[in-house]
């Protein structure tokens, strides 16, 4: 994914907006492969500060994630917005920024490659635990079976006698 910087790479206060869409293949995330069901989509705008390219975007796609309880396969709607500033190199070294917030690459050319910022953005914006709706109540731990779509057929457990005590603390009076 390039950006043409060209037309506002030397005018100060120019902005430049763009959309770019990429097709990716699967990636790897936690272990495992995540299949992209939509195109990578990246709505940017470009603004030259004088000091650096400033590009405001926003990504958008959709994954094919797993449940962290239920272990089944569900579609994930990602949008995630994005800051990241671009310096022209002139020597071999980018300056480090004084805001300590805004994240400054290095670029040379009328051409930004935004790839990995993109990338790196993706994987930010995914979640820890994934869950494919916020009530999933998952696996049973004795049989496996996946209680979102019925109760197990289990036994219950009765909990440990000695632990009685430490039940009746909690009950409400």
Known sequence: MEVDVGSIRYSVGASLKVELKERWGAITWGGEEVELLDPVTVKLTLTNTGELLLANGRLETSLLLTCSRCLERFPYALDAPFVIGYREVK???????????????????????????????????????????????????????????????????????????????????
Do not use: S, W
């Open 91 to 173: 020597k071999k070294k980018v300056e480090e920024p004084e805001d300590e917030d805004l994240e400054v690459r290095g670029f040379t050319g009328d051409r930004i490659d935004i790839t990995e910022d993109v990338r790196d953005t993706l994987y930010l914006a995914l979640p820890m635990k994934p869950l494919c709706r916020q009530d999933c109540l998952g696996l049973c731990p004795r049989c496996g079976k996946n209680l979102n779509e019925g109760p197990c057929t289990c036994e219950k457990e009765e909990p440990d006698p000695r632990l009685a005590v430490l039940r009746d603390l909690f009950k409400q009076e």
